[in-house]
């Protein structure tokens, strides 16, 4: 079964920091490049990270230098490590393959207050 799962979104004032989880069943993980995919309110989803399987990684202008994508390919696991919050970083997000398949998870909220 193909599966997403997202944890760790909340809420957290400017300045502040949340690490979010993304559990992936083997079939969609396995030996691909993982993102982590934002959309905020009235906007495109858009690519924040991604890492490929060897681990390297790309980041959006945005958000470089704040946050850290990692992934554990024995945990079919990847995570987003978010420091220093904006409030423009407020959004559901989302983890899938890069390019992303048509199968997405529920998301989770991440509200950053000023």
């Known amino acids: 079964q193909v599966q997403l799962v997202e944890s760790g979104g909340g809420l957290v004032q400017s300045g502040g920091s949340l690490r979010l989880s993304c559990a992936a069943s083997?079939?969609?993980?396995?030996?691909?490049?993982m993102g982590w995919y934002r959309q905020a309110p009235g906007k495109q989803r858009e690519l924040v990270a991604f890492i490929t399987p060897s681990g390297y990684t790309n980041y959006a202008d945005s958000v470089k230098g704040r946050f850290t994508i990692s992934r554990d390919n024995a945990k079919n696991t990847v995570s987003l490590q978010m420091n220093s919050l904006r409030p423009e970083d407020t959004a559901v997000y989302y983890c899938n393959r890069r390019p992303a398949s048509t199968c997405w998870g529920q998301g989770t909220q991440v509200t950053v207050s000023a």
């Open positions: 083997r079939s969609i993980f396995t030996g691909y490049t």
